[in-house]
């Protein structure tokens, strides 16, 4: 018997607000599970060459999408169009998780610009 084909293992990441696991990444979209830890927050970005879905799995938040702010927890979902300035913060006391699909025509971390960054991020104003 030969052995088992192992699966690449994905990418995975700690950030100052929490972490990220890259679950799938195919050609054309990439699927995300995002923990955000109590009392932080994402920068607030916008992404030139994707969009985003973000369904929320567990805990409280609040979105910011193009300046509005949305209450969101469990089962809520957030389309967010390519170009639109967005964030999300845990407001809870537990984490905040949601699962994040990025379609369009390019994935890589450099297609974020920052607005605004809580951990000196985003450029000077």
Do not use: C
Not at 61 to 71: A, K
Not at 84 to 94: K, L, Q
Not at 116 to 125: E, L, M, W
């Amino acid at each position: 018997m030969s052995e088992p084909e192992q699966a690449p293992r994905l990418e995975r990441d700690e950030r100052p607000w929490g972490r990220y696991e890259v679950l799938l990444d195919g050609d054309d979209h990439k699927v995300k599970e995002i923990v955000v830890n109590p009392g932080t927050r994402l920068s607030y970005q916008q992404h030139a060459r994707r969009a985003e879905h973000w369904f929320i799995v567990r805990g409280s938040g609040m979105v910011t999408l193009d300046g509005r702010e949305v209450q969101v927890g469990p089962g809520t979902a957030v389309d967010i169009p390519m170009g639109t300035p967005h964030r999300i913060a845990n407001v809870g006391t537990d984490d905040l998780v949601f699962v994040e699909v990025q379609h369009g025509e390019y994935f890589g971390e450099d297609d974020i610009v920052r607005l605004d960054d809580d951990y000196g991020r985003a450029p000077a104003s």
